[in-house]
Structure formats: C-alpha cells, structure tokens
C-alpha cells in the first residue's frame, strides 16, 4: 500500500511545516521584542524633551533673578569681583605624596600593617 519513499516524503513534509512553524513562531517573538523597545525608546525620548523642556524653564535668568532676590538673605548672594576670577595656571599646585596614593589604593591596609603585597591586597 504504502511503500518506503512515500513515508519518507510524508515524514520530511512534516518536518518541513513543523521547521516552518517553529521559525514563523520565533520571527514573531523578536518583531515583539523589537516593537516593545521601539516603544520603550521612544518613551525615554520623548521623556528626555520633556526633561530639556522643564530644565529650560528652570533656568531662564529672568527666574533665577527672582529666586535670587527672593532668598537673597539665606543665600548671601554677592556678584562676583574680577579678582575673585583665576585660571588653572594661577593655582598652586598640591605635592602629591606617596603615603597618599598608597592609603588611596589600597583602602586604607597600609594604616593596619598589612603588607598588600604578599597578601595580594587581601585582608587576612
């Protein structure tokens, strides 16, 4: 009745539509996936204009101004003088010492007598 390259055949068409369905299924699954980040960077997007928007608002001089004469006696606001005004090259420059960079990098073990070194920075 039925002979051997008929089964075959029906078997690999089986497979077939079942590879197929298992491929359709998952292209769908990452089209939603795309979709929801679309909508999730679309989301932040519009939520950053909204942030640039506010950000604006809050700092137009004419309300800085206000807010600066309003609070004028808890903040102590004064303009600043010219020679209030340095550059970089004017400042003096802090000697870096190694004890510093040491206590810096290795939290603090050298104050414990802690050789970091042999231990390999693990506090035994």
Known sequence: ???TT???LIAVMVSAAAFTYTTKHAAE???SKLR???AAIRFEEETIDVLKADW????????LQRL????QSEL???PVEPYQI???DDLPIRPVEIEDFINENLGGMADNGIDATTTGGVVQ
């Open 29 to 31: 699954a990452e089209l």
């Open 36 to 38: 929801k980040l679309e």
């Open 86 to 88: 340095a550059d970089i």
């Open 56 to 63: 604006s608002l809050l700092t137009q001089p004419s309300r």
């Open 76 to 78: 102590e606001l004064v």
């Open 68 to 71: 600066a004469e309003t609070y």
């Open 6 to 8: 008929d089964l075959v």
């Open 1 to 3: 009745m039925f002979r």
